[in-house]
């Protein structure tokens, strides 16, 4: 077993050193996501967690302090995962435009295969209000650096705030809500495809 140490934000367990450590660490966080999809925060358990992961329960304390702890990891790291894989579709430069389309494919796509994203994600407004407000505030921020990319390229029209960008993230939540937890009706290429008409006369050069 490895020797953890805590990471320096204190916000994600402890960091394994090993290869070993990690892969049982992304067990764990592979269980939790599925522990508290299905049960929520309060009902799930960390035995349920060591269970589903085929880990001691022992294992899991080398790793978190509490149950607590761990949805808060995994909140993390849920996010980081999101923005990952939107990082991953968008790979070389792409036209503005293009990058919102592919952008909110992957998303939706992400959501497709793990729908239990959206219920952790809800839950830790009142479990972990900080994680939840940092998920939001770093997703906008994103769209805002890509906006602003937009601009100087000259897409996308002049004076896009902070508030554009969160009008964007909105509306793609949303649509992950509808076409990814609620039902899968459309395809994520046609949803991205619909919402990317939207933006090009929202905020494309030359609209008022």
Do not use: C
């Not at 809800?122 to 940092?134: H, I, L, Q, T, W």
């Amino acid at each position: 077993m490895s020797t953890p140490e805590t990471p320096a934000d204190g916000a994600s367990g402890k960091t394994p050193r090993t290869e070993r450590g990690r892969r049982t660490l992304r067990k764990l966080l592979d269980a939790a996501a599925i522990e508290f999809g299905e049960k929520g925060f309060h009902e799930a358990s960390v035995t349920g967690i060591t269970g589903r992961a085929g880990t001691a329960l022992g294992t899991f304390y080398t790793y978190f302090d509490s149950k607590d702890e761990l949805f808060r990891a995994l909140v993390n790291d849920l996010s980081d995962r999101v923005r990952t894989t939107v990082g991953q579709a968008l790979g070389p430069p792409l036209a503005p435009f293009d990058t919102e389309e592919v952008a909110l494919t992957a998303f939706l796509r992400f959501a497709r295969e793990h729908k239990e994203v959206y219920r952790i994600i809800d839950e830790a407004e009142f479990v972990d209000p900080g994680s939840y407000r940092n998920h939001y505030e770093s997703t906008a921020a994103r769209i805002l650096d890509r906006l602003k990319r937009g601009e100087d390229s000259g897409a996308f029209r002049g004076g896009l705030e902070e508030a554009h960008a969160w009008a964007i993230m909105g509306m793609n939540v949303f649509l992950g809500l509808r076409y990814s937890i609620w039902s899968e009706d459309d395809s994520a290429e046609e949803v991205a495809a619909i919402a990317r008409t939207f933006l090009e006369r929202g905020i494309g050069k030359g609209v008022a």
